[in-house]
């Protein structure tokens, strides 16, 4: 791993372990109501923290994998994205939401930030800043190695989303099996008829037939990622995976259903199945 990898990976680690560390707080700290579900000063300053670094997180993984003529030109740009990268949960009021870009074009906010989330959300975006200000080519040797995980630039995004809607008329809004659009043959499941070991059975399969290292993951709301192709998750809400052959895909939708296409994950999950027949292509969500 070199410098700036040590760098990015550094950052990485920062935002996930700081991340946990305002969810843990925030789940034992929150002092609001579930019903009616209201927050209190102190939620208001413990949640936006974590969706902070969240946001942050994102913008760090942006860069995985970039190029940078310097050490300090790679730092320079990780405390822009701690200092500008926003997301639908730290930009201030919906006269802010052109600052997702395109992004602002599927979703909606109402109200406002208040003052304890905005001071929250600066606090992180600062203490993120004095961190990566505080490395030097010595501080990051001793990181440990982080799976290849990149958020695509928009332009990517949309490339990927092209050949998806071409391959397998997949949109981005619901597809197989609550809306019938795959040109090709699928196959669903209830997720609750998928055991760990059916689940481990196709991710290994998925991992031996991939012609890709990397793989796409698809979501809802437009963030979407690169991931090296060991981190494959069909536990999905609302996304689609593939890889750049755009042969084969599993989507998971908000109802607990997969769907499968493509030839041999169809042969697969009918192996896997072959004495569970009345359990494919079965709707019987309660």
Do not use: C, W
């Given at each position: 791993m070199t410098e700036i990898e040590a760098l990015i990976t550094k950052a990485r680690r920062y935002c996930n372990?700081?991340?946990s560390y305002w969810v843990n707080k925030y789940q034992n700290e929150r002092t609001g109501t579930d019903i009616?579900?209201?927050?209190?000063?102190?939620?208001?300053?413990?949640?936006?923290?974590?969706?902070?670094?969240?946001?942050?997180?994102?913008?760090?993984?942006?860069?995985?994998?970039?190029?940078?003529?310097t050490f300090d030109n790679c730092k320079d740009e990780l405390k822009r994205i701690g200092a500008e990268t926003h997301s639908i949960d730290t930009i201030e009021s919906n006269k802010e939401l052109h600052l997702l870009g395109k992004l602002s074009n599927y979703f909606k906010k109402s109200g406002k930030l208040n003052k304890i989330e905005i001071n929250?959300?600066?606090?992180?975006?600062?203490?993120?800043?004095?961190?990566?200000?505080e490395q030097t080519t010595e501080s990051v040797?001793?990181?440990?190695?982080?799976?290849?995980?990149?958020?695509?630039?928009?332009?990517?995004?949309e490339q990927v989303r092209v050949r998806l809607l071409k391959s397998w008329n997949f949109d981005g809004d619901y597809w197989e099996p609550l809306d019938n659009k795959s040109p090709n043959p699928t196959?669903?499941?209830?997720?609750?008829?998928?055991?760990a070991l059916d689940k481990s059975e196709i991710e290994q399969t998925i991992?031996?037939?991939?012609?890709?290292?990397k793989l796409f993951v698809i979501t809802e709301d437009l963030v979407d990622y690169e991931i090296e192709k060991g981190l494959i998750d069909i536990d999905l809400y609302e996304s689609i995976i593939c890889d750049n052959t755009f042969e084969w895909v599993v989507y998971g939708?908000?109802?607990s259903t997969t769907a499968f296409g493509g030839k041999f994950l169809i042969d697969k999950v009918n192996e896997l199945y072959s004495n569970r027949k009345e359990q494919l292509n079965k709707w019987d969500y309660v």
């Open positions: 372990e700081n991340h009616p579900y209201t927050y209190t000063d102190n939620d208001y300053n413990l949640f936006p923290r974590y969706n902070a670094l969240s946001t942050i997180l994102q913008g760090v993984e942006t860069i995985v994998g970039k190029d940078f003529a929250a959300i600066q606090d992180e975006r600062l203490k993120f800043i004095q961190f990566i200000t040797l001793d990181v440990e190695p982080l799976p290849f995980e990149r958020k695509l630039t928009q332009e990517e995004s196959v669903f499941l209830m997720d609750q008829k998928i055991t991992k031996a037939y991939s012609k890709s290292d939708s908000h109802e």
